[in-house]
């Protein structure tokens, strides 16, 4: 037989009323627990209010986290949990100093190029998710949402203020660059992106296609000077030379569930 012990009893309702007017929700909802367990521990009163604060600072932190990745627009959610270091062609000790995030308080960039298919977005979003868990903020966009961006703040002349804004985060991912043919707008949004956060910010992207290569996207002189200020202090990481995850998932039928 199993037996559960009543709960606590609720807090009385000028103290309910207190805690609502300071904003301490976390501390509200712990309390009674908390004050049934010290009273029946004799807990000494320094115990009890730290207990009910650290409870408060736990409960703010994961608050700011959520908001944090609902901000951050970071799509799928592909995080560590999912990633597999072993079938990665990047190298262990690579992977490891990349986890340490310790580029992005240096305002390194790190840039993943590669063929479709091999992880590039899957690394830089996990980096994303994990940067939030440590406290950092991010911001996910591709080549279009950036144009996107730009098209809406040239009409009023406010593109370098709405750039000014967007790097204020401590890293910008950029998806897909490649991927798909890129638009002048898009051309000049990632040069400016990349000219603003130069030395600043930390960005992260994925590429099908090496930096090098960048005039095939862009006219030659704007990809030149996008590039010398992306690589100047960058991590480049190249995926060539693996296979697809998505297309060995696929061939093995792990894409989706078996119907039944």
Known sequence: MTITSPPPPPLNDELDRLLRRLRLPYVRRAAPEVIATATAQRWEPAEVLKTLLTEEAAGRDRATIQIRRR?????????????????????????????????????????????????????????????????????????????????????????????????RVDLLMIDDIGLLPVSADAAEALFRVVDAAYEKRSIAISSNLHPSGFDELMPKTLATATVERLLHHAHVVITDGQDSYRLAQATAGKGVKPLT
């Open 71 to 167: 901000a951050s627009c970071l799509p799928a959610g592909k995080t560590f949990d999912a990633w597999e270091a072993g079938r990665s062609i990047i190298p262990p000790a690579t992977q490891n100093a990349l986890r340490t995030l310790e580029w992005i308080d240096r305002h390194e960039a790190l840039v993943v190029c590669g063929p479709s298919g091999t992880g590039k977005s899957h690394l830089i979003e996990a980096l994303g998710h994990l940067a939030i868990d440590q406290g950092r903020t991010v911001a996910w966009h591709t080549p279009e949402t950036l144009a996107q961006l730009l098209r809406r703040h040239r009409a009023d002349d406010t593109v370098s203020k709405a750039i000014g804004k967007l790097i």
